[in-house]
């Protein structure tokens, strides 16, 4: 039994890796051949802090930092993840999504089941985004079209015309400043999670941003004293936005900064 349980877990840690491996090579080919783009401006430096999930602890202190520096961020709600208690976090129900709103704070999509795109076909994408639709829209009405964020910053060749139709911009990994020739269906983005020293160390990104405008966007997951892998402390994330505030950068959501930076709905 132990001999099958050790060839299970190999066989389950092969199979997480071919998948990454996938996963990669779909989000460099979608890289390589964008089907529209847009002018992301180089005059002006603009930072946005994205949250994917959104634990709690994004909302008690991720957003109060923001708010402490008066700024607002952009968190991406899955609403099947809504409420749920994980070992090492408990993530946002209806009301924490309703706080943030009230507060000012864009809510964006990040589909409704959490699940790689690349493994959903596109009527089981659609039901599931319409899904979510239903879940945010009843917390918070959108003025427009909401913006999204691909869950594990997996894209998919397939579904790129069907998400372009349905969100302003999607937003993946790609650890890049977004500068001048922009696929709004793509955006690239700078994670920021442990170990916290790397951490603290990503105001690298905001002094290359100041250097040479354009748009940086963060995106990490929990804010806390003990943080998940994927998140920070919240003295490392209070450095990062006092250091965008200090360079003279705008911060500002995601939807904010598209207007600011004239990026006007496109007919479709």
Same mark, same amino acid.
């Given at each position: 039994?132990?001999?099958?349980?050790?060839?299970?877990a190999a066989?389950?840690?092969?199979?997480r890796?071919?998948d990454?491996l996938?996963r990669r090579?779909?989000n460099?080919?979608?890289r390589?051949?964008?089907r529209d783009?847009?002018?992301?401006?180089e005059?002006?430096?603009?930072v946005s802090?994205?949250?994917?999930?959104v634990?709690?602890?994004?909302l008690?202190a991720g957003?109060a930092?923001?708010?402490?520096h008066?700024?607002r961020?952009t968190?991406y709600?899955?609403?099947?993840?809504?409420?749920?208690?994980e070992?090492?976090?408990?993530?946002?129900d209806?009301q924490g999504?309703r706080?943030l709103?009230?507060?000012?704070?864009e809510?964006?999509?990040?589909t409704?089941?959490?699940s790689?795109? /690349?493994h959903? %076909?596109?009527?089981? =994408?659609a039901? *599931?985004? $319409?899904?979510?639709a239903r879940y !945010?829209?009843?917390?918070?009405?959108?003025?427009?079209?909401?913006?999204?964020?691909?869950?594990?910053?997996?894209?998919?060749?397939?579904k790129?015309?069907?998400?372009?139709?349905?969100f302003?911009?999607c937003?993946?990994?790609?650890?890049?400043i977004?500068r001048?020739?922009t696929?709004?269906?793509f955006l690239r983005?700078?994670e920021?999670?442990?170990p916290?020293a790397h951490?603290r160390g990503?105001?690298?990104?905001?002094d290359?941003l100041?250097a040479?405008?354009g748009?940086?966007?963060f995106f990490?997951?929990?804010?806390?004293a003990a943080p998940?892998?994927?998140?920070c402390?919240?003295e490392t994330f209070e450095?990062?936005?006092a250091?965008? /505030?200090a360079r %003279?950068?705008h911060? =500002?959501g995601v *939807?904010a $900064?598209l207007?600011r930076m004239? !990026?006007r709905?496109?007919?479709?």
């Open positions: 039994m132990r001999e099958l349980a050790r060839a299970l066989a389950g840690r092969v199979s890796g071919l990454r996938g090579l779909t460099r080919i979608i390589a051949t964008p783009t847009v002018h992301v401006p005059a002006e430096a603009i802090f994205t949250f994917d999930d634990p709690e602890t994004a008690h957003a930092i923001l708010e402490a008066g700024a961020g968190f709600i899955a609403g099947g993840l809504a409420g749920r208690v070992p090492d976090r408990t993530l946002i209806a999504c706080a709103a009230a507060r000012g704070h809510i964006g999509c990040h409704f089941g959490h790689d795109l /690349r959903l %076909g596109r009527r089981t =994408l039901a *599931d985004l $319409a899904r979510n !945010l829209d009843a917390i918070d009405p959108p003025r427009g079209r909401r913006n999204f964020a691909f869950p594990y910053n997996g894209g998919s060749l397939g790129r015309r069907q998400l372009a139709a349905r302003r911009t937003r993946a990994g790609g650890e890049a977004n001048g020739s696929d709004p269906a983005a700078v920021i999670r442990q916290d951490a990503l105001t690298r990104w905001i290359a100041a040479e405008p748009w940086l966007i990490t997951h929990d804010i806390a998940t892998p994927y998140g402390t919240p450095a990062l936005v250091h965008a /505030r %003279g950068c911060v =500002l *939807d $900064a207007d004239g !990026l709905e496109q007919a479709r």
